[in-house]
């Protein structure tokens, strides 16, 4: 069962990666990408040292790029590891998905040969997923396409945890090895398409022969390119666009010239497209497709004239990120849900409720409010503008936890309904359930979680939040409710996880237990969360005395 802290660990994680895959598209040289891809790893990945080995013309490798040690990076920069005696590596050892580790128990037989390597020496590991300083751990990078050339290898060493990376770490790695396929394919060709720029504006006497080297670029390249008028009336029309680009969009290239980006472009990304210089600009939004639907793409900038002195044209790299894209979301969306349920997680439900509440109790706004500090016309306490006697800080960005905020409160009444509408937080504890899981073993156990789950989600609004803590443990936020409402709610929950469950032909049964707390402006998350759970360990208590009674 995952830590509490895993969620926030893996959303660092993802932070640091989707940072570091960014600064791949920002080399303007393939020199600079490949100590990029070095860089990240060190920086993004929590490894020590990394080592970008890239394939020659004539197919050995050499050690292109380093990071972590100048003194190492002195050493083997430059080195040439031949092609052979890489793929005996590649062959080696536990596959991880693409990637490839070799345990020092087996990479000994290598260090004699003659890829270029860095280690030092260190004592034998104390527990099994110990690092040792002569594991190996290799990340191939592989070219876009189903013929899966190789372009080079990562080599990673020292997770700064000591530890043998996890499927976690395993994904990230692997995920950025290919995203730094890409970046470096890209800038291989970026790096084609300036020498044939270069050809077309300094060679006049091999004028022709820089076209046909130009349009054959832009015709078989992999992604999309696309060339547009700069000035004029017709600023930003397509005048020719590649195969691969019609192909993205699904247009043909006829259709094509009667646009521009802007008239492709999603309504909600139009501002950043017009933010994007014509020089160098660079970014990341969504262009419709024929059929209506719209995909992630990368567009790159730069302006190239037809001769030394005529028109200026825009030439736009148009590439596919909508897997990317589509990747991104579900790390994030696995970061913040449980695995087994797919209900929001401990992380994600903190997070909700963080957003829900703010430091400043409203009591205190009130007192404030009847003093002569707010000037406003609210007379509801659920909606007002700030109006605390202060001005946000110069430059601060709008929509602090002040700013136009809907103040939580709870009912005074106890258990008697006194009118007021709050942020009811149910804290929902299965009886029984342990019993299951001892009895008919974890595989029920898991059925009937998943069943209360479906059960908890079908019995709330939308809008409500039904979120799984750990274990058996389950809570739900639900807004607008009074104290009359929020008892209603946890009856009929209760009475909807009642009925048997049927796992495998046979029925089982929980009951379950629920506390009602209430999230008030001012309350810590944590505070709210343990006076929902305070709650639902009385009623516990008070139920298992009933029950006493009754026999």
Same mark, same amino acid.
């Given at each position: 069962m995952e830590t509490e802290s895993e969620p926030y660990v893996r959303l660092a994680t993802l932070r640091q990666l989707h940072q570091v895959v960014a600064d791949l598209n920002t080399a303007r040289s393939l020199a600079d990408t490949l100590q990029t891809v070095a860089d990240g790893i060190v920086a993004g990945l929590n490894y020590e040292l990394a080592c970008v080995n890239l394939v020659r013309p004539d197919g050995d490798l050499v050690v292109a790029a380093f990071a972590g040690s100048p003194a190492a990076e002195a050493l083997i920069t430059g080195r040439v590891g031949s092609r052979a005696s890489w793929e005996r590596r590649l062959s080696m050892g536990v596959a991880w998905g693409d990637l490839r580790f070799i345990p020092h128990t087996e990479g000994w037989v290598l260090i004699e040969d003659d890829v270029p390597q860095w280690h030092t020496e260190g004592p034998a590991p104390r527990f099994e997923d110990e690092w040792h300083p002569h594991d190996r751990l290799y990340a191939p990078m592989y070219a876009s396409g189903s013929g899966r050339e190789l372009l080079g290898v990562i080599s990673v060493d020292r997770p700064r945890n000591g530890r043998h990376p996890g499927p976690w770490g395993q994904e990230a790695l692997q995920m950025y090895a290919s995203q730094s396929a890409i970046a470096i394919s890209n800038a291989r060709l970026r790096a084609n398409m300036q020498r044939a720029l270069v050809r077309l504006e300094r060679e006049q006497q091999a004028l022709r022969a820089s076209e046909e080297s130009f349009r054959q670029a832009f015709e078989y390249a992999p992604s999309g390119m696309a060339i547009a008028e700069m000035g004029g009336d017709q600023h930003g029309r397509l005048l020719r666009t590649n195969d691969a680009l019609c192909r993205l969009l699904g247009r043909p290239a006829s259709v094509m010239r009667r646009y521009s980006f802007a008239d492709l472009v999603h309504p909600e990304d139009i501002g950043t497209l017009l933010r994007t210089s014509a020089e160098g600009g660079r970014a990341e939004l969504r262009l419709a497709r024929r059929d209506g639907s719209y995909v992630w793409v990368s567009l790159r900038n730069s302006v190239v004239a037809d001769t030394a002195d005529g028109p200026r044209f825009l030439l736009t790299h148009v590439e596919d990120i909508e897997e990317r894209k589509r990747h991104e979301l579900q790390l994030a969306h696995r970061a913040s849900h449980d695995a087994l349920t797919g209900l929001p997680n401990g992380a994600e439900l903190r997070s909700r409720l963080s957003a829900r509440i703010c430091e400043r109790p409203y009591a205190a706004r009130a007192a404030d409010e009847f003093d002569g500090g707010h000037d406003g016309g609210y007379d509801s306490p659920y909606g007002h503008e700030h109006g605390f006697g202060f001005d946000p800080a110069p430059g601060a960005a709008t929509g602090g936890p002040y700013d136009h905020h809907v103040h939580a409160v709870s009912p005074t009444g106890g258990d008697i309904d006194d009118g007021t509408k709050g942020l009811?937080?149910?804290?929902? /504890?299965? /009886?029984?359930?342990?019993? #299951?899981? /001892?009895?008919?073993?974890?595989?029920?156990? /898991?059925?009937?979680? #998943?069943?209360?789950?479906r059960r908890l989600t079908t019995g709330v609004r939308d809008g409500d939040t039904v979120a799984r803590l750990g274990g058996d443990e389950f809570v739900v936020l639900a807004d607008g409710l009074g104290a009359a409402d929020a008892a209603d709610l946890a009856v009929r929950l209760r009475n909807a996880i009642i009925p048997p469950i049927r796992v495998e032909g046979r029925a089982v049964r929980v009951g379950a237990s629920f506390g009602i707390g209430w999230a008030e402006c001012g309350m810590t998350v944590e505070e709210v969360l343990n006076s929902a759970d305070q709650r639902m360990y009385i009623e516990k208590r008070s139920r298992a005395k009933v029950h006493r009674r009754a026999g």
């Open positions: 009811a937080v149910l804290f929902c /504890d299965l /009886d029984g359930f342990k019993s #299951i899981n /001892d009895r008919f073993g974890h595989h029920t156990g /898991d059925a009937v979680l #998943i069943e209360v789950a």
